[in-house]
């Protein structure tokens, strides 16, 4: 179907940060599929993980225990603020779980329901009518409605505004730590500690989407952990299977424990491949020195975008963190992306007119650089919308 604008490219395979067409080209890649390869393409460990699982079970459904889904949720517990977890299959099943979680639970703490949803203007949350309702941009909303009707948005890094809408018919503050595709905004100095503050102060649960910005992208594992301010419930996907399809939601016992049989449930949710390729990409994410390793990257990210900064008048800003950096530029960049491909590299946008970088977190650091040098060569020359 035709919902999909794509790019005249026919990729076929890839191995670590480089990709090839149908004739053989090399591409470097800094997008990372959206952020979901955060090992690169076919990585060894999590691709050995899945070969030895597909002869050995591929599915059986949630009737039963499957031990390599404990497996996977312990190891989420233990390096998390979380005691459980639900596992689906995307980003905004992730989210759905959420929405329906702390509806659920928000009316079992306070005995009474608690209906409404607090989210951020210029959020994105995924294409399914429970995250499209929580998602605050209107064009991707309007062809769609009606939506879930009981949902307030707030404008991001506002605590007035985010005050304004709370009262105790709220189930819970539903944000991206750091907005990636409404255009890669970080969140103020002290904004997190303050929504926290305002969700305890009115019973509110707070939700945190780090369906993009989670499993390592901002440095650490969790992109809380950066920011010092744990959610009540987190919704997970993209990295964590490094391209194999997987959602999480996780939650503190005291919330997670109302999710009671019958409640809720994904025919696919846990499949043990998808387990084996999440349990692969924790094994090299949490190898001592990884997290090291990406943050320096990220410094040598920020560097070269504040060197092109400074050098390029059409660069407004640069925006972002870790390793999901952009540049803000003063006209649209889907030009100066096909450009890109033409010169052998991927990158993709945050908005019209952020050029959004999201490589492999563990893309070798002269790929980065070839990729960076690429880019500030094709801004000399001109270019417009
Ligand atoms: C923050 C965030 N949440 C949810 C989603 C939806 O994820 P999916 O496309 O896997 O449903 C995305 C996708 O880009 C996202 O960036």
């Known amino acids: 179907m ?16 480089e990709v090839y067409d149908e004739s053989g080209r090399r591409y470097i890649d800094l997008l990372a599929g959206l952020s979901v390869c955060a090992l690169g393409h076919c990585p060894e460990i ?60 928000a009316a079992r703490i306070h005995g009474k329901e608690r209906p409404c949803f607090v989210a951020m203007e210029n959020s994105f949350h995924g294409r399914t009518f429970g995250s499209l309702s929580v998602t605050g941009q ?37 944000l991206e730590p750091l907005q990636a595709e409404g255009g890669l905004h970080a969140p103020p100095q002290g904004y997190l500690k303050g929504v926290r503050e305002l969700c305890l102060k009115h019973g509110a649960l707070l939700v945190y989407d780090e369906v993009q910005v989670g499993m390592g992208r901002l440095g650490q594992l969790f992109a809380y952990e950066h ?81 092109l900064l400074r050098q390029n008048s059409a660069i407004r800003e640069r925006r972002g ?27 993709g946008s945050a908005g019209k007119e952020v050029l959004r970088l999201a490589p492999a977190l563990n893309i070798p650091d002269a790929l980065l650089a070839e990729g960076l040098d690429i880019l500030e060569d094709t801004l000399k020359e001109p270019w417009s919308a």
């Open 2 to 17: 035709g919902n999909y604008g794509r790019f005249p490219l026919r990729l076929v395979r890839g191995r670590g940060s």
């Open 46 to 105: 999590p691709a050995r993980r899945v070969r030895e699982q597909l002869d050995r079970l591929w599915h059986v459904s949630n009737l039963y225990h499957i031990p390599i889904q404990e497996e996977l949720a312990s190891r989420l517990v233990e390096l998390s603020f979380a005691d459980q977890v639900f596992f689906c299959n995307s980003g905004t099943e992730a989210m759905e779980a959420c929405l329906k979680l702390a509806r659920l639970a």
């Open 138 to 174: 209107t064009h991707y909303q309007e062809p769609f409605r009606p939506l879930l009707s009981e949902v307030r948005f707030c404008r991001f890094g506002d605590l007035a505004s985010l005050a304004s809408r709370l009262d105790d018919s709220v189930a819970a503050v539903i």
């Open 227 to 307: 920011y010092g301010v744990e959610p009540d419930i987190l919704a997970l996907a993209k990295g964590l299977g490094g391209g194999f399809p997987i959602g999480a939601m996780l939650a503190r016992h005291e919330v997670s424990r109302h999710l009671v049989p019958g409640t809720h449930a994904s025919t696919f949710g846990g499949n043990p491949l998808a387990m084996s390729a999440a349990l692969g990409v924790l094994e090299e994410l949490t190898r001592p020195g990884f997290m090291e390793a990406v943050c320096n990257k990220a410094d040598t990210l920020s560097g070269r975008f504040d060197r």
């Open 321 to 347: 963190a870790g390793l999901l950096q952009g540049l803000l530029f003063d006209r649209p960049v889907a030009l100066l992306i096909a450009r890109l491909h033409e010169r052998g590299v991927l990158t």
